[in-house]
């Protein structure tokens, strides 16, 4: 795989990553227009009719922004090339290369298409929510690659 498709990936994480502080917002937004579609006022607080305020749900892209750095690292070092064939200046991604952090990278990828899994699981199937639904899906295949390439990259025999 090109250098540059990898750069590419990294940066696509990252996309990903500042994308999904939006989703609890927008998301909930979409299962609740599913959970109280036709539903009228009966005049007493439930759970379609209430005064909620989303302060957890504003606040995660500032959280996302105070962690975009260190998730930046990782996708670095997923997708950054071994370093003696880096032919760009991978600049988060360690000196030694993703293998020599074996199995942590691979793991904390599992976790990460984990956690990507879990947040689908949380939607209806409806035409609502298949926006949702398609970008957890995009991002756990994102982790999911990006442990295949830390893998391979914890198996590969040293550099000489």
């Known amino acids: 795989m090109g250098e540059g498709v990898r ?86 991604a360690p000196a030694a290369g993703a293998g020599a952090y074996h199995p942590a990278f691979p793991l904390l990828s599992l976790a990460g298409a984990g956690w990507t899994v879990w947040r689908a699981a949380l939607y209806s199937i409806d035409p609502v929510t298949m926006p949702f639904l398609l970008f957890w899906a995009l991002f756990a295949l994102w982790f999911a690659a990006s442990m295949v390439a830390t893998w391979r990259a914890g198996r590969a025999p040293p550099l000489a």
């Open 7 to 92: 750069k590419a990936l990294a940066f696509v994480g990252c996309s990903f990553w500042l994308v999904s502080s939006l989703m609890p917002m927008f998301g909930g937004a979409a299962k609740h227009r599913v959970l109280c579609r036709g539903e009228e006022f009966p005049g007493q607080v439930d759970a379609c009719f209430h005064d909620y305020i989303p302060v957890l749900e504003l606040m995660a892209p500032v959280g996302a922004l105070f962690l975009l750095f260190p998730f930046a690292a990782f996708a670095s070092a997923a997708w950054a090339p071994p370093p003696g064939k880096r032919a760009q200046a991978w600049r988060l």
